[in-house]
């Protein structure tokens, strides 16, 4: 669809107003999955460090602990 000018390009032929509202909307939803995600991602790097600290501090405080592989920890969680 060819459109003569800018303005009939936003326009869209009477239908601009749904047209370029579902788009925006559709941005802000994108842009707020982003935003969660990052969140999401700093509150779970933050909670990983405070578990590693936590962990050493009880390894330090003279308790034997073994080292656990990724898997097994995983697995020993389920």
Do not use: I
Not at 20 to 34: D, K, S
Not at 56 to 74: F, L, M, N, R
């Amino acid at each position: 669809m060819a459109f003569d000018s800018l303005s009939g390009f936003l326009a869209m032929g009477g239908h601009g107003v749904y047209v370029w509202a579902a788009w925006g909307v559709t941005a802000l939803l994108l842009l707020g999955v982003v935003l969660h995600a990052h969140a999401e991602r700093r509150a779970l790097l933050r909670h990983l460090r405070r578990r590693v600290r936590r962990e050493q501090h009880h390894g330090a405080s003279g308790g034997a602990t073994t080292p656990v592989s990724h898997q097994e920890g995983h697995a020993r969680e389920s």
